[in-house]
Nanobody
């Protein structure tokens, strides 16, 4: 599976951005799609994920501000991240992620290229 992310950019504090990440096909098996972010010199951290059954997980720092969603429109599994109330602390490279079940107790991890999000104060 290949993941293509888009939607990053520069926004002022308090503003909004919407990230999109499209897989190159519909992912039919049990899977998780979501977003991580990384600041230079720091570890990559979870932002939000959504399992194919609809369960979501958010980092504490983004709860109430970010919303993850996904669909299978246009024959592609796509995950979105609506980011509202952005602060300079949200500045990072955002990476799309997919974890796909390939067999019983067997999963494969996939990463897209990062997209830069910069929030100015």
């Amino acid at each position: 599976v290949q993941l293509q992310a888009s939607g990053g950019g520069l926004v002022q504090s308090g503003g909004s951005l919407r990230l999109s990440c499209a897989a190159n096909r519909i992912i039919f098996s049990t899977n998780t799609m979501g977003w991580y972010r990384q600041v230079s010199g720091k570890q990559r951290e979870l932002v939000a994920t959504m399992v194919s059954d609809g369960n979501t997980e958010y980092a504490d720092g983004v709860k109430g501000r970010f919303t993850i969603s996904r669909d299978n429109a246009n024959a592609k599994s796509t995950v979105y991240l609506q980011m509202d109330g952005l602060t300079p602390e949200d500045t990072a490279v955002y990476y799309c992620y997919a974890k796909i079940r390939t067999a019983v107790l067997n999963y494969s991890d996939h990463w897209g290229k990062g997209t830069q999000v910069t929030v100015s104060s």
